[in-house]
């Protein structure tokens, strides 16, 4: 190949990548304010955590464990409720 091929493949190589990076960074940055505005996550209490950050301060979120357990228990309640609304138990 020729050097000035090389500098174009390399050229629209550095734009490929560019373009890349860009998608996947608005992507993400897309993602964290769709999340933000559906209530999943609050990363305002994240920013706050920099200001708030003493042992006595209460944990942002549940541990994962416990919110495992939780979904679990509510599921075993819904199928108690299905199982009394077959029976006619109501």
Request: aromatic share 12%; net charge negative; no cysteine.
């Amino acid at each position: 190949m020729e050097y000035e091929t090389l500098l174009t493949v390399q050229g629209y190589a550095k734009f490929g990548l560019l373009t890349l990076t860009f998608i996947v960074f608005y992507s993400y940055a897309y993602s964290i304010y769709k999340r933000d505005k559906s209530g999943d996550r609050d990363f305002e209490g994240y920013s706050n955590l920099v200001l708030d950050d003493s042992i006595e301060s209460k944990p942002l979120e549940d541990n994962r464990e416990e919110q495992k357990g939780n979904d679990e228990n509510h599921d075993s309640e819904r199928i108690n409720e299905e199982e009394k609304i077959k029976k006619g138990d109501s």
